[in-house]
């Protein structure tokens, strides 16, 4: 089990830059592909996936936030992680809880999937 925390929400105003943090702590390892991602999600709507990178550096945006979004991760190993999703030019859509993930896959099977408890970010 690994514990999911996220960091850096808060109010801003519109064109600013923010970025959010994600550490996770706990049982990481993984055999299979190791993926951390970020996801959004607004009052009433489903969560969306924003962007994920793998332990090799291989990294996926939602096309919404291409060129905008940037996503770090900074240090992966068997008990602990971090991630950073930098947000460029902030827009009214950005508004939302962003939740962070850490998941170990083989193609569409999930071994685990852990899930933070999400950081505001309100513009």
């Known amino acids: 089990q690994a514990q999911l925390v996220e960091s850096g929400g808060g109010s801003m105003q519109a064109g600013d830059s923010l970025t959010l943090s994600c550490t996770a702590d706990?049982?990481?390892?993984?055999?299979?592909?190791?993926?951390m991602s970020w996801h959004r999600q607004t009052l009433g709507k489903q969560r969306d996936f924003m962007a994920s990178?793998?332990?090799?550096?291989?990294?996926?945006?939602?096309d919404s936030v291409k060129g905008r979004f940037t996503i770090t991760l900074d240090g992966a190993d068997k008990t602990e992680a971090r991630v950073a999703l930098q947000i460029h030019s902030l827009e009214p859509e950005d508004t939302a809880m962003y939740y962070c993930?850490?998941?170990?896959?083989?193609?569409?099977?999930?071994?685990?999937?852990?899930w933070g408890r999400g950081t505001q970010v309100q513009r």
């Open positions: 993930q850490a998941a170990c896959k083989s193609g569409e099977l999930y071994y685990y999937k852990y």
């Open positions: 990178i793998e332990r090799d550096g291989t990294t996926k945006y939602a």
């Open positions: 706990g049982y990481l390892s993984c055999s299979y592909k190791f993926e």
